[in-house]
C-alpha cells in the first residue's frame, strides 16, 4: 500500500507538521539548538529570544499576552498543566472536579491524582452518543462539595 491509498484518521494523537513550521524550526533541529532556558551564552540566548519571539507571535494571533502563552511538549502535558494547574489554583474555592468516564487517559490521569490528593472527583456517564446529561451534571454541582472546575 502506498502512502497515497492511506487514510489517515487519528489526527487527534498526531498529524504531520505544515511544512513552513518545518522551514521555521529546521534552524532549532540543526545548527540553533541552544536551550533557552541557559541565556548564559550565545547559543542559549538566541533560543530564549526565538521562544520570546514565537511567543509574542501566538498571543498576537489570539488577541492575549505573551506572559499568558506556554508552550509545552504536546497534549499530555498540556491536559496535565490544565487539569492540576486549575484545580490545585482553586482549592479555596472548591474540592471538586467534574469530568466524563470517556476522556482520555491525559484528563483521567491527573484526575485519579487528585482524587490521591484528597480532591472530589466526580466521572459523570455518558450516552451512546458520547453526550452528558444536563440533569447528571447539574447532580453532580453541589454547594457542599464545591464548583465544578473540569
Known amino acids: ?78 491536559n496535565n498543566l490544565a487539569v492540576l494547574g486549575a484545580a490545585r489554583g482553586s482549592r479555596g474555592r472548591g474540592n471538586h472536579v467534574i469530568t466524563t468516564v470517556i476522556e482520555h487517559r491525559a484528563v483521567l490521569n491527573p484526575c485519579r491524582q487528585l482524587e490521591r490528593e484528597g480532591m472530589a472527583v466526580t466521572y459523570l456517564p455518558v450516552d451512546t452518543r458520547g453526550r452528558v446529561s444536563v440533569d447528571d451534571l447539574a447532580n453532580a454541582v453541589t454547594q457542599e462539595i464545591g464548583r465544578a472546575h473540569v
Open 1 to 78: 500500500m502506498t502512502q497515497s491509498e492511506v487514510i489517515y484518521l487519528d489526527n487527534n494523537s498526531t498529524t504531520p507538521v505544515d511544512p513552513a513550521v518545518v522551514e521555521a524550526m529546521l534552524p532549532y533541529f540543526a545548527s540553533k539548538f541552544g536551550n533557552p532556558s541557559n541565556p548564559a551564552h550565545d547559543y542559549g540566548l538566541e533560543a530564549l529570544r526565538a521562544v520570546e519571539h514565537a511567543r509574542f507571535q501566538v498571543a498576537s494571533l489570539i488577541g492575549g499576552e505573551s506572559k499568558e502563552i506556554v508552550f509545552t511538549s504536546g497534549a499530555t502535558e498540556s
